[in-house]
């Protein structure tokens, strides 16, 4: 079983910043790609940034020059640095993560997603 959890969400004002964490913790399980997405009230989920994992990133354009996303692959972690923040950043945070499960004999693609960390900036 793969677990991942978010922490660092609360309630900034604009112009504040706020730094994501999120933990992956299980066994058998090989992370190649991890990435942030983000679920406003009566919006879809949408990217926020994705990290490979050798270093390769992607941002939404929304987010590009505020944001930076980074990973600690020896400890499993994921981060996002939120610098800039607007009313509109106000969201759901989730982390997710692309990779092998392993077994015995065999090893299938997985993803998983954590429970999300709610973001509030205020303007």
């Known amino acids: 079983q793969v677990q991942l959890v978010e922490s660092g969400g609360g309630l900034v004002q604009a112009g504040g910043s706020l730094r994501l964490s999120c933990a992956a913790s299980?066994?058998?399980?090989?992370?190649?790609?991890m990435g942030w997405y983000r679920q406003a009230p009566g919006k879809q989920r949408e990217l926020v940034a994705t990290?490979?994992?050798?270093?390769?990133?992607i941002y939404a354009d929304s987010v590009k020059g505020r944001f930076t996303i980074s990973r600690d692959n020896a400890k499993n972690m994921l981060y996002l640095q939120m610098n800039s923040l607007k009313p509109e950043d106000t969201a759901v945070y989730y982390c997710?993560?692309?990779?092998?499960?392993?077994?015995?004999?065999?090893?299938?693609?997985?993803?998983?997603w954590g429970q999300g960390t709610q973001v509030t900036v205020s303007s």
């Open positions: 997710n993560a692309n990779g092998r499960l392993y077994y015995s004999s065999t090893s299938r693609a997985v993803t998983y």
């Open positions: 990290i490979s994992s050798g270093g390769t990133t």
């Open positions: 299980g066994s058998n399980f090989n992370i190649n790609s």
